[in-house]
């Protein structure tokens, strides 16, 4: 059997009123993720993971920034086509852990509902994909409420 493991990182800059989309929800908020598609750090994360494990580069190379077709887009959207890209190079994904890194608001209620909406993309099992959340302890841009961060391991198999 070949295993492989990756690895993603993502930050978005934080602006009021915007829509705040983590983990495929949004969550109310009186701030936004800036960014080019809804700005969701946790599937962002998770797809430069799953990229990563096969070596395939990662969503900014895949989905550009500049292009028109990627403006405002349901993150949701990528994942599904970098689920698709996995499966398509004959691999499974067995399990994905993020961590979420941010001030406020509080993602506790929330990360159950995260959990089964990214299960329901990939479609796998709730109980494959690990959601964390982390304040910063009021340190770094995270703690200071200038943005949000997001880590995440993907193991995949064939
Ligand atoms: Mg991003």
Redesign the pocket.
């Known amino acids: 059997m070949d295993i492989r493991i990756g690895h993603g990182y ?3 800059r934080l602006a009021e009123g915007l829509r705040l989309v983590i983990g495929g929800i949004e969550i109310e908020h009186t701030k936004g993720c800036l ?1 080019h ?1 809804d ?3 946790a599937i ?1 994360a998770i797809c430069d993971a799953m990229l990563g494990a096969l070596a395939l580069g990662d ?1 900014g190379k895949l989905f550009p920034d500049t292009s028109e077709e990627f403006k405002g887009i349901d993150s949701k959207i990528l994942l599904r086509r970098v689920c698709d890209i996995i499966a398509e190079q004959g691999y499974t994904i067995s399990n994905i852990d993020c961590t979420i890194a941010l001030q406020r608001p509080k993602l506790r209620p929330h990360i159950d509902t995260m959990r089964q909406t990214l299960a329901d993309v990939i479609g796998f099992d709730v109980d494959r994909i690990s959601i964390k959340a982390t304040t910063t302890e009021h340190l770094g841009f995270e703690g200071e409420e200038q943005g949000i961060s997001a880590h995440a391991v993907a193991l995949l198999t064939r």
């Open positions: 993502d930050v978005h960014a598609s700005g969701d750090v962002h969503i």
